[in-house]
């Protein structure tokens, strides 16, 4: 399964930028899909998930200013990011999984990653 991030830029502090995770391939279902960041020198978090049967969570980083949701039909994950400030700048990431057939197998995907630069 494939998993292509898109959406980063450059944004002024206090901008918005809304992320897109695409997944194509074999896919029977998804359980989780997370959205994820790095920043130089930092190691990679997690910023925003969401599983089956389960509220969206967030970090405390970017609660109230990020927003997760998904779209079965088209298969897609988006991350609104409102609010933005400097030390959002990172390479974000998407992460997927699911299974591909009904009782599997299993997937874990990641995309390459989008980089988003909060800056004036």
């Known amino acids: 399964v494939q998993v292509t991030e898109s959406g980063g830029g450059l944004v002024q502090p206090g901008g918005s930028l809304r992320l897109s995770c695409g997944y194509s391939g074999t896919v029977f279902s998804v359980r989780y899909v997370g959205w994820y960041r790095q920043a130089p020198g930092k190691e990679r978090e997690r910023i925003a998930s969401?599983?089956?049967?389960?509220?969206?969570k967030y970090a405390d980083s970017v609660k109230g200013r990020f927003t997760i949701s998904r779209d079965n039909a088209r298969n897609v994950v988006y991350l609104q990011m409102d609010s933005l400030k400097p030390e959002d700048t990172a390479v974000y990431y998407c992460?997927?999984?699911?299974?591909?057939?009904?009782?599997?197998?299993?997937?874990?995907?990641w995309g390459q990653g989008t980089q988003v630069t909060v800056s004036s």
């Open positions: 969401t599983l089956v049967g389960d509220a969206p």
């Open positions: 992460n997927v999984e699911g299974t591909q057939r009904w009782r599997g197998p299993e997937f874990d995907s």
